[in-house]
Nanobody, 127 residues
Framework: QVQLVESGGGLVQAGGSLRLSCAAS????????MGWFRQAPGKEREFVAA????????YYADTLKGRFTVSRDNAKNTLYLQMNSLKPEDTAVYYC????????????????????WGQGTQVTVSS
């Protein structure tokens, strides 16, 4: 079992930045592929980014490359998502996810790849 708790969301103006965190507990964090997803009102949950066990491999949604950066600190059992140049269309609930399967792209962009999910953190970008 892995428990995930996201934090760092909030209200930010367009062009601003936020860093989300996802604290993990339970099964060894370093042995989980981690991902970020988001869900805007009325829309399906969509892939944002993923990172391998060691952090050596990362994968991003094409539309977010260059603005978002995923990273992890296995010593702190924490996953991060640095979001820059935020746009109103980035408004969503952001979720972190974990799975013990080894990182494999593009499979990591699929919701079904992940077994464990956090409860989400709201990000609102005002224009």
């Amino acid at each position: 079992q892995v428990q995930l708790v996201e934090s760092g969301g909030g209200l930010v103006q367009a062009g601003g930045s936020l860093r989300l965190s996802c604290a993990a507990s339970g099964r060894t964090f370093s042995k989980n592929t981690m991902g970020w997803f988001r869900q805007a009102p009325g829309k399906e949950r969509e892939f944002v980014a993923a990172i391998s066990w060691t952090g050596g491999s990362t994968y991003y949604a094409d539309t977010l490359k260059g603005r978002f950066t995923v990273s992890r600190d296995n010593a702190k059992n924490t996953l991060y998502l640095q979001m820059n140049s935020l746009k109103p269309e980035d408004t969503a609930v952001y979720y972190c996810a974990a799975d013990p399967l080894p990182y494999t792209d593009p499979l990591v962009e699929r919701l079904r790849f992940y077994t464990y999910w956090g409860q989400g953190t709201q990000v609102t970008v005002s224009s």
